[in-house]
C-alpha cells in the first residue's frame, strides 16, 4: 500500500535548516491506495536566480513495505536552477535524456528522468518548458504515471 503524508492535503510547512535550504516535514499517513488523492498546492518564489544551481521539487521517497528501506525516490520538479536531474542515459551533448517525454500530469507537461543515485532509483518529472511557482496537482497521479514499478499504488509506501 502507498501512505503518503497528509500534510500534503493541506500543503508543505518547510522549516529553514541552513540559510540556502529548506525542509519539509510529514506529520501522519493516509493510504493512497485507499481512493485518496491527495490535492498539493504549493505557491513559492525566489528572489533572484543568478548564478545557482538548485531545484524546487517535491522529494518524495518510496519502500515495497511499511518500515522498509528507500527504493525509489520520485522528484517532482517545479523549477531548474541550473541543476540537472539523475540519468541512466545521456546525450551526446551531455545532457541527461528522458525517458518519456510530454507527459501531462495535471495540467502540466513533463519530461520523466530515470537513474540511480546509488542507494535506490529516482524518478524525475521536470518540466517541459519554464518554472511552476504556482502549482496544484493530485500527487497520485504522479505514482500512476504508467511508468513501472510506480504504475500500481498496491505495494508502494511512501517514507517520507
Not at 89 to 102: D, F, L, M, R
Not at 109 to 132: K, R
Amino acid at each position: 500500500m502507498l501512505f503518503i503524508p497528509a500534510l500534503f492535503l493541506a500543503g508543505f510547512a518547510s522549516a529553514a535548516t541552513l540559510s540556502d535550504r529548506a525542509t519539509t516535514y510529514c506529520d501522519q499517513w493516509e493510504h493512497l491506495a485507499d481512493g485518496i488523492h491527495p490535492q498539493s498546492t504549493w505557491d513559492w518564489s525566489i528572489s533572484s536566480s543568478s548564478g545557482i544551481v538548485a531545484d524546487v521539487a517535491y522529494d518524495l521517497f518510496t519502500s515495497a513495505t511499511s518500515g522498509g528501506s528507500n527504493a525509489y525516490e520520485i522528484m517532482i520538479w517545479l523549477a531548474n536552477y541550473n541543476a540537472g536531474p539523475i540519468s541512466y542515459t545521456y546525450g551526446s551533448n551531455g545532457q541527461p535524456t528522458p525517458v518519456a517525454a510530454n507527459i501531462t500530469i495535471g495540467g502540466y507537461t513533463w519530461n520523466l528522468y530515470y537513474g540511480s543515485n546509488g542507494s535506490n532509483y529516482v524518478y524525475s518529472f521536470l518540466p517541459t518548458s519554464g518554472v511552476h511557482t504556482a502549482f496544484s496537482a493530485d500527487l497520485k497521479a504522479f505514482f500512476t504515471a504508467g511508468t513501472e514499478p510506480t504504475s500500481s499504488t498496491s505495494s508502494i509506501t511512501l517514507t517520507t
